[in-house]
């Protein structure tokens, strides 16, 4: 049985080794453990007090917070960090590499027997051995807006130290209704905390906010927008964010945002929106609150001049989360044919140019895990994920956060696991540009017999879904599977139809192929989208 030594008595250095020692006995390996000694702790624990168990004289460091390293000798094995959350990390990459432990999806840790490993259980490396891993932003990071499901949100905080996010962004409003409850998960993982999003309502006048999102059928639709050219309503907003935010623990970020709706009246809108956000960051400076602000950049009601920074100067305060609604996920910024993209692609550019004369940082807001962008007749996209990450990468960006919303609907939709195969990949994109070890990495959840079947299955869904995306644009606020709503041309309704069709008659095709098992959640879906796209062919015919 190997010895474990904890450098210091840090909560998430503590939790690193509860987690070691419950996946140890989850591997079945506890009485043949090679290894004499396994210690866990930070570099800077290593450089000051034991730098004789690294082994070496230079230190990697690209500059990320969450770079780590694997080092292992005959008789030891080394985790270590840049910080606590790091070591934390390279206590779950080393479950899976030498053990095939890994959590695919929330609530799913599991050992899989044929996972590749770095050497046999029952024998010890023939040599020291040592491996880094960087992360390629320092931002990595999941936007939650309304889901009240705490034991939900606690199964998606495990998931997110086991594929190593750092982030967790929430609404005021959702944060205070369950933010309780979940800090302590997020304490002993040192996940950091965003709150934002479209709360400025919920802080002004938490009853007209309950109100009116319980009357909306998409949560922001029942708004108006607010004038940041008029202060008077801001003093006291300010102090009542200011006085919230010291009751947050690991809070790092506001991220306050307009109204989700087009500002029509406002002339320079930007520019009175990001200068109310550089007083938000003064008040909590002279609060004592080491906490960054942000403002975003983002299409509202598809308003061009709330995403486009024009006349606006960059902030030298705060930094800027650009978040473009309306892509057609078919294509990249680079290659798209539809002149919205190239536009958001040129005023993103923009942005990322003119911040790095201000050294404030830029992040991209991504709707990957969106079911009201992506509805239910949602598209996996690993290949365009893995593509975006190398895009955004090249703008030197901070970082990442992709927005989770759940379906609405009454029928019973597992919009949960729908999201999670983007949701899997948007974290292993952010470390890796592997997509064969991402994808094989993912399959392995599945029976060895069914994975080939899966994947033909998933290549279907990415190649035919992601077309409905091209529509919501075009038929805002309504989108392909709101029929009844939208305003189409003869023509158009045509194309819908025939894109349905295909859909339809694809995934038809691959499920008489594969043989899938009906009880898994891949057959399900399938039958899932076989079933909706029929009974949407007809709701697009009586119109």
């Given at each position: 049985?190997?010895?474990?030594?904890?450098?210091?008595?840090?909560?998430?250095?503590?939790?690193?080794?509860?987690?070691?020692?419950?996946?140890?006995?989850?591997?079945?390996?506890?009485?043949?453990?090679?290894?004499?000694?396994?210690?866990?702790?930070?570099?800077?624990?290593?450089?000051?007090?034991?730098?004789?168990?690294?082994?070496?004289?230079?230190?990697?460091?690209?500059?990320?917070?969450?770079?780590?390293?694997?080092?292992?000798?005959?008789?030891?094995?080394?985790?270590?960090?840049?910080?606590?959350?790091?070591?934390?990390?390279?206590?779950?990459?080393?479950?899976?590499?030498?053990?095939?432990?890994?959590?695919?999806?929330?609530?799913?840790?599991?050992?899989?027997?044929?996972?590749?490993?770095?050497?046999?259980?029952?024998?010890?490396?023939?040599?020291?051995?040592?491996?880094?891993?960087?992360?390629?932003?320092?931002?990595?990071?999941?936007?939650?807006?309304?889901?009240?499901?705490?034991?939900?949100?606690?199964?998606?905080?495990?998931?997110?130290?086991?594929?190593?996010?750092?982030?967790?962004?929430?609404?005021?409003?959702?944060?205070?209704?369950?933010?309780?409850?979940?800090?302590?998960?997020?304490?002993?993982?040192?996940?950091?905390?965003?709150?934002?999003?479209?709360?400025?309502?919920?802080?002004?006048?938490?009853?007209?906010?309950?109100?009116?999102?319980?009357?909306?059928?998409?949560?922001?639709?029942?708004?108006?927008?607010?004038?940041?050219?008029?202060?008077?309503?801001?003093?006291?907003?300010?102090?009542?964010?200011?006085?919230?935010?010291?009751?947050?623990?690991?809070?790092?970020?506001?991220?306050?945002?307009?109204?989700?709706i087009a500002d029509r009246q406002t002339e320079g809108f930007l520019e009175y929106y990001v200068q109310f956000t550089e007083k938000l960051k003064a008040s909590l400076c002279q609060s004592g609150l080491d906490v960054e602000v942000?403002?975003?950049?983002?299409?509202?009601?598809?308003a061009w001049n709330m995403l486009e920074r024009n006349e606006a100067k960059p902030s030298t305060e705060v930094d800027t989360l650009y978040a473009f609604w309306g892509r057609d996920y078919r294509y990249g910024y680079d290659n798209?044919?539809?002149?919205?993209?190239?536009?958001?692609?040129?005023?993103?550019?923009?942005?990322?140019?003119?911040?790095?004369?201000?050294?404030?940082?830029?992040?991209?807001?991504?709707?990957?895990?969106?079911?009201?962008?992506?509805?239910?007749?949602?598209?996996?996209?690993?290949?365009?994920?893995?593509?975006?990450?190398?895009?955004?990468?090249?703008?030197?960006?901070?970082?990442?956060?992709?927005?989770?919303?759940?379906?609405?609907?009454?029928?019973?939709?597992?919009?949960?696991?729908?999201?999670?195969?983007?949701?899997?990949?948007?974290?292993?994109?952010?470390?890796?540009?592997?997509?064969?070890?991402?994808?094989?990495?993912?399959?392995?959840?599945?029976?060895?017999?069914?994975?080939?079947?899966?994947?033909?299955?998933?290549?279907?869904?990415?190649?035919?879904?992601?077309?409905?995306?091209?529509?919501?644009?075009?038929?805002?606020?309504?989108?392909?599977?709101?029929?009844?709503?939208?305003?189409?041309?003869?023509?158009?309704?045509?194309?819908?139809?025939?894109?349905?069709?295909?859909?339809?008659?694809?995934?038809?095709?691959?499920?008489?192929?594969?043989?899938?098992?009906?009880?898994?959640?891949?057959?399900?879906?399938?039958?899932?989208?076989?079933?909706?796209?029929?009974?949407?062919?007809?709701?697009?015919?009586?119109?």
């Amino acid at each position: 049985m190997s010895k474990l030594i904890m450098q210091s008595n840090h909560p998430v250095l503590a939790f690193a080794c509860e987690e070691w020692n419950r996946l140890l006995q989850l591997s079945g390996r506890a009485a043949t453990m090679p290894t004499d000694e396994v210690w866990v702790g930070t570099w800077e624990e290593l450089k000051n007090g034991q730098p004789e168990l690294l082994g070496v004289d230079e230190w990697r460091d690209s500059g990320f917070s969450d770079e780590f390293v694997i080092y292992e000798t005959e008789n030891k094995i080394v985790l270590s960090g840049k910080s606590e959350r790091a070591a934390l990390y390279a206590v779950y990459q080393y479950a899976q590499e030498a053990w095939g432990i890994h959590c695919v999806y929330p609530g799913s840790t599991s050992s899989t027997s044929n996972m590749k490993q770095q050497y046999p259980v029952d024998s010890k490396p023939a040599r020291e051995t040592i491996r880094w891993y960087a992360p390629r932003m320092e931002r990595r990071g999941f936007v939650f807006e309304t889901i009240n499901e705490p034991h939900y949100l606690k199964e998606m905080i495990d998931w997110f130290g086991h594929n190593k996010i750092n982030e967790m962004f929430f609404t005021f409003s959702l944060w205070d209704q369950v933010g309780e409850e979940i800090a302590p998960e997020l304490i002993k993982r040192g996940i950091q905390v965003t709150l934002g999003g479209h709360s400025m309502k919920f802080i002004l006048n938490r009853k007209e906010y309950e109100d009116l999102n319980a009357e909306a059928d998409h949560p922001y639709t029942a708004k108006s927008q607010l004038n940041f050219k008029d202060s008077t309503w801001q003093t006291q907003l300010l102090q009542d964010i200011t006085a919230y935010c010291h009751t947050v623990p690991n809070l790092t970020r506001i991220s306050l945002w307009p109204e989700d709706i087009a500002d029509r009246q406002t002339e320079g809108f930007l520019e009175y929106y990001v200068q109310f956000t550089e007083k938000l960051k003064a008040s909590l400076c002279q609060s004592g609150l080491d906490v960054e602000v942000e403002h975003i950049a983002y299409n509202a009601g598809l308003a061009w001049n709330m995403l486009e920074r024009n006349e606006a100067k960059p902030s030298t305060e705060v930094d800027t989360l650009y978040a473009f609604w309306g892509r057609d996920y078919r294509y990249g910024y680079d290659n798209s044919p539809h002149e919205s993209d190239r536009r958001a692609k040129e005023a993103l550019e923009d942005w990322a140019r003119r911040l790095r004369s201000t050294e404030r940082k830029l992040t991209i807001f991504e709707y990957y895990s969106d079911h009201f962008m992506l509805t239910n007749l949602f598209p996996f996209l690993p290949q365009r994920i893995l593509k975006d990450v190398a895009y955004y990468e090249q703008q030197n960006l901070l970082g990442m956060v992709n927005l989770v919303v759940p379906y609405r609907g009454s029928d019973p939709y597992p919009w949960k696991w729908v999201h999670g195969f983007n949701s899997y990949v948007f974290c292993k994109a952010l470390w890796s540009d592997q997509m064969e070890e991402i994808l094989t990495d993912y399959y392995s959840c599945y029976p060895e017999s069914e994975r080939a079947a899966v994947q033909a299955l998933f290549e279907v869904i990415e190649a035919k879904l992601p077309r409905i995306t091209s529509w919501n644009a075009l038929l805002f606020p309504a989108r392909v599977v709101d029929p009844e709503k939208a305003n189409v041309s003869e023509e158009q309704q045509e194309m819908i139809l025939a894109t349905l069709e295909d859909i339809g008659s694809s995934i038809q095709s691959i499920l008489q192929q594969s043989g899938l098992n009906p009880d898994l959640e891949p057959y399900r879906y399938a039958q899932h989208i076989l079933n909706y796209t029929d009974n949407l062919k007809q709701r697009w015919l009586k119109q």
